[in-house]
């Protein structure tokens, strides 16, 4: 596990300019953490390519993107995508020519996911087919991307892959009770994760979210010894998430969302990138905050922690911030009050039940029953507070966030001295309250 090590200090100015490029390995899906480094990107006039992880048709063949879906991913990304699929994972993997983890759970029951198992040795093979497939179509972007990129121009590879849920429709159902359940419907974290499906999961996670980062770091070889050789550079982001320091009765203090499978994965992605800078890459894996996107909607609660960045960002930035505010406190209900609303997400973050099953050695942490119901029914509470539930206060901080995280990734990989680093509230205040981070509030 990588030692805590925050930012405390805004890195030096970059020195991208026209002519370098960020490459994006991951698929860009709507608003979300990636949308700031392209932002930041293109502020230094670098070049943006990005990927795409293909689409499946209906027997389950993976594919590129047809001209109308290739289209509509390079308007929304603003560049080129190389129309490889990069696919991560295993689940529709046939080895042997056995069925797939996709297809065995097709008619399995969520109440039997105890019961569930795999023989022997298929997880393994499947996960190395999936590999296999995906480490030769990386190899065929890495050579477009030699053909695109000057030898001389500075390259940023961002990777935004993460996730890796098998896709069954047997597991929706099953982690909405892992991570949302109450009552009756809890399910405890740690039986499940134990479990040949919760084992399955960490495969696969650790597949998707974590791998696929040394697979880049293995297949991009040959461009950084170019790179190299012409006097250029090439870096790496990786997005992480290990907990996050924000404003608890005054201090900066570091606390997580609980229960955090994928911290796992995320730890391990941690390792590729240590390893990496034992080998001299300049690799970095950034842990940032927690935002609100469609696909931390599964965590309910995870945006509990967002509310304080209000708070420090007031307190780094009070002049600068005051728009924001405004547009925070115009999302309330009308007989609803903002320091209210920041008074309960304290109260929350700093109640011993909370605060007491946050440990940075022992993360992430499994979830019990009181833990969960207190998270879930705060979370619903403080959503209850707004005028309407499809405009969220915890909307307008994710954008903050995403916007200041990109801004600090693009910029300190140009320096960059750590394997994993730490973009806590006080970071991301700090930025807002330099001239160079003043626009990320408009």
Not at 287 to 304: D, K, R
Request: net charge negative; with cysteine.
């Amino acid at each position: 596990m990588s030692d805590y090590c925050p930012m405390t200090t805004l890195p030096p100015a970059a020195g991208y300019k026209a002519g370098d490029f960020l490459v994006l390995i991951g698929e860009l899906f709507g608003r979300g953490y990636a949308n700031g480094l392209i932002e930041e990107a293109r502020r230094l006039g670098m070049t943006v390519i990005g990927t795409t992880v293909g689409r499946r048709d209906g027997d389950g063949t993976l594919r590129s993107l047809t001209s109308e879906e290739l289209a509509e991913a390079e308007v929304l990304l603003g560049g080129k995508i190389i129309n490889i699929p990069l696919e991560a994972g295993f689940d529709m993997e046939s080895p042997d020519g056995v069925p797939s983890v996709a297809e065995r759970l097709k008619k399995a029951k969520p109440d039997d996911w105890e019961n569930i198992s795999f023989e022997q040795g298929f997880i393994e093979k499947a996960c190395k087919s999936g590999s296999d497939r995906f480490n030769a179509n990386l190899n065929l972007v890495m050579a477009e991307i030699e053909k695109l990129i000057p030898a001389k121009a500075n390259i940023v590879f961002s990777h935004t892959m993460a996730g890796g849920i098998p896709r069954a429709r047997f597991f929706m159902p099953l982690l909405n009770r892992v991570f949302k359940g109450t009552g009756e419907k809890y399910l405890a974290s740690e039986p499940f994760w134990k479990s040949a499906i919760g084992q399955l999961c960490d495969a696969s996670f650790n597949e998707v979210t974590a791998d696929t980062f040394k697979y880049l770091l293995d297949g991009s070889a040959a461009i950084r010894e170019r790179a190299k050789q012409n006097g250029a550079r090439v870096s790496y982001t990786g997005y992480g998430y290990h907990g996050t320091a924000v404003l608890i009765n005054g201090y900066f203090k570091w606390q997580s969302y609980t229960p955090y499978m994928q911290g796992f994965a995320k730890m391990r992605l941690e390792g590729h990138a240590a390893a990496a800078r034992r080998e001299g890459i300049i690799a970095t894996v950034y842990n940032c905050p927690e935002i609100l996107t469609n696909s931390s909607a599964l965590f309910l609660g995870v945006e509990l922690s967002l509310y304080p960045l209000l708070s420090a960002i007031k307190k780094a930035a009070p002049e600068a911030s005051a728009p924001l505010i405004e547009r925070c406190r115009s999302l309330l209900a009308e007989e609803q009050k903002l320091d209210d609303l920041l008074a309960i997400a304290n109260s929350y973050l700093a109640d011993p039940l909370i605060n007491n099953e946050n440990g940075f050695a022992e993360w992430p942490q499994h979830s019990n029953r009181e833990q969960m119901e207190q998270m879930l029914s705060t979370s619903a509470g403080l959503m209850d507070m707004h005028r309407d539930q499809k405009q969220l206060i915890c909307a307008e901080l994710s954008r903050v966030v995403f916007r200041a995280t990109g801004k600090l990734m693009v910029q300190y990989s140009w320096s960059s001295t750590e394997s994993s680093i730490w973009l806590n509230h006080d970071t991301i205040g700090k930025l807002l309250a330099d001239p160079c981070g003043k626009d990320l509030l408009d």
